[in-house]
């Protein structure tokens, strides 16, 4: 699928209308069936929406970039009209009145959306294994998943479906899907983009943001989303923080080995690299994993009943969260105001940090536990090692396809302090061209 860029210069030079680009959607998804990537698939809607969107250019009437861009939405995002399940049996016959800030903006922007995306459930996980609706499969190997929660996301862009999709990140819901499925996702500034109307699991970590095939396709999503200007320039001309510590330890060969590769890209592209340390990023992930297991069991608490309905994976987090005294959680806060203090010292002498996305490529569905570099432990704990912790400071994030294992995506992470999600995006765009 082309980008966004130019099938937008395309329908303004009449070669391709809206409803072509549909119709050529709704193909590639019912050739892609088995990767169900939808809840709730919408044709119907979807091509009598893109018919409007041509006889509004046909009148002089231009939304702008996203107008007539097909596109879809993770089904936590309400909808109005149109079920949204959170991919729950809890919510399976769930309709909102309103759309959520962020869909109504984009149905503004002129979006066309296909339908609801499937997803991990409660957005509670990393697998897209969902247990009411079937797991989501990764469009490089069916038989791995597609990385969690905002599964559906990845593997529709992956596909080469929709254009762009919107997603949710509490825990590396965006970035780990964007690295397993070979695009990019990415992470904004916490606060940066509403969550009004999406359904909540961490108050104090939920991001929402978009996942698109390339940097300036996220861009052009992320100026959908929020009404605010990215302009991109792509711009390598950066301190990049190289970690010595953590970021590149248990991690496969390959992964490593695609990380110093895009290191010395950015180098080459005029970004200076600077190692460093990265401080206490074991704490980091302890302390982002205990506040969402207390602030998920406090936002889902009244949807527990009835407990057959949930998938066992989630009820067994709800349950341990629910487990947590309110003194560790008093605790963890304060541990996470420390931390923000010591990352804000770090990127006092760097632009950005360059980290893997996860340490492997995307696992077999079903595989409980990982083996990496004599290191065996839990699946979930060990994919969002690099990327949890993020949510716990606020930082913006991508993550984008850098190089590949055994012809399966990796990812690199680059993140950047509070409010610099144009420097992320103007950097990885640079290196994107580059590449």
Not at 18 to 30: H, I
Not at 380 to 405: C, D, E, K, Q
Not at 409 to 421: E, S, Y
């Amino acid at each position: 699928m082309q980008s966004i860029r130019k099938a937008a210069a395309a329908l303004r030079a009449r070669q391709v209308s809206c409803v072509e680009l549909v119709t050529e959607a709704l193909r590639a998804e019912e050739s892609h069936r088995d990767l169900n990537c939808f809840i709730t698939l919408l044709p119907e809607v979807a091509l009598q929406h893109a018919k409007e969107r041509d006889a509004e250019l046909a009148a002089g009437h231009d939304r702008g970039p996203l107008h007539g861009i097909p596109i879809a939405h993770k089904d936590l995002y309400h909808t109005a009209g149109i079920r949204t399940t959170n991919g729950s049996r809890l919510f399976a016959d769930f309709v909102p009145e309103h759309d959520a800030v962020t869909v109504n903006k984009l149905n503004e922007a002129g979006t066309v959306s296909l339908g609801k995306l499937n997803m991990h459930e409660l957005a509670y996980g990393i697998t897209s294994t969902n247990p009411h609706y079937g797991p989501v499969r990764n469009p490089h190997d069916r038989m791995r998943i597609p990385g969690g929660s905002s599964g559906g996301s990845g593997a529709v862009v992956g596909a080469g479906i929709v254009f762009a999709a919107t997603g949710s990140d509490t825990g590396g819901s965006i970035r780990v899907p964007a690295s397993f499925c070979g695009v990019v996702g990415l992470k904004p500034t916490f606060g940066s983009v509403s969550t009004e109307g999406c359904f909540p699991l961490g108050a104090s970590l939920d991001t929402m943001g978009p996942l698109a095939a390339s940097v300036e396709d996220v861009a052009l999503m992320m100026e959908g989303m929020t009404g605010a200007a990215y302009p991109i320039n792509p711009d390598a001309k950066v301190r990049v923080g190289i970690p010595e510590n953590y970021f590149l330890e248990h991690v496969h060969p390959d992964v490593v080995q695609a990380i110093e590769n895009a290191a010395r890209t950015a180098q080459d592209q005029g970004a200076e690299l600077v190692a460093v340390r990265t401080p206490d990023p074991e704490g980091l992930f302890a302390v982002a994993r205990t506040i969402l297991m207390c602030e998920a069991a406090t936002a889902l608490h009244v949807h527990v009943q009835p407990r057959h309905e949930l998938g066992a994976d989630v009820l067994a987090l709800l349950d341990a969260g629910s487990k947590v005294a309110a003194t560790e959680y008093i605790r963890a806060l304060s541990a996470a105001a420390r931390l923000r203090q010591l990352w804000a010292a770090l990127f006092d002498n760097i632009d950005v940090l360059f980290t893997p996305t996860t340490p492997t490529t995307a696992p077999l569905i079903g595989q409980g536990t990982m083996r990496i570099e004599g290191r065996e432990g839990d699946t979930r704990l060990l994919t969002t090692r690099f990327v949890r912790g993020i949510n716990l400071l606020g930082y913006p994030a991508i993550s984008m396809p850098w190089g590949t294992s055994e012809g399966l995506p990796i990812g690199l992470q680059i993140v950047a302090p509070m409010n610099a999600d144009l420097k992320i995006l103007n950097l990885a765009a640079a290196m994107e061209r580059a590449r």
